[in-house]
């Protein structure tokens, strides 16, 4: 969401406008409003529109807690999981002949190379911290050397 900005009749300053701007709202004395959860940006509201929406304000956000509690959870899942040694999932390269070249990461930033199935690869969801270790589970898994992550995949794993 943008900022929507005015300028102030009094002053002639750019000021920060009602973002529930209709007919009647001021401009000015505008006071941002802030996520409780931290998850989504701030917004600007007039005094009138900050009483109309105090009562709505937590039940907006209600998706916001429900967002950054999952985005806490998965980030000390992650955390976890590096600190055992392991490396997680960072990108996946495209696939050609149903094969799938997967780049996994460790604390320490160093990159493994894999290649799977496509059909094992999406039997992880896209949002989970996947590791190597996960994908063994679920499929066959070949671990490539750097230079042939990008070299074309001739054989069938
Ligand atoms: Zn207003
Ligand atoms: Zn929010």
Redesign the pocket.
């Known amino acids: 969401m943008g900022f929507i900005t005015t300028i102030n009749p009094r002053t002639g300053r750019e000021v920060y406008?009602?973002?529930?701007?209709?007919e009647?709202?001021?401009t000015v004395n505008?006071k941002a409003l802030k996520c409780p959860y931290g998850y989504c940006q701030r917004y600007y509201?007039?005094?009138?529109?900050?009483k109309?929406v105090k009562g709505e304000f937590k039940k907006a956000h209600a998706t916001c807690k429900v967002s950054i509690d999952a985005y806490n959870k998965k980030e000390a899942e992650k955390l976890e999981i590096l600190e055992k040694g392991l490396s997680i999932r960072t990108a996946a390269l495209s696939h050609e002949n149903g094969v799938v070249r997967v780049v996994f990461r460790d604390k320490d930033g160093k990159e493994n190379y894999t290649h799977m199935m496509k059909e094992t690869y999406d039997a992880i969801p896209l949002g989970a911290n996947a590791t190597i270790e996960d994908y063994e589970k679920v499929g066959h898994v070949k671990w490539v050397s750097c230079e042939d992550i990008y070299k074309p995949i001739a054989l069938h794993l």
């Open positions: 406008a009602c973002e529930f701007s209709k009647g709202c001021q505008c509201a007039c005094p009138n529109c900050q109309k």
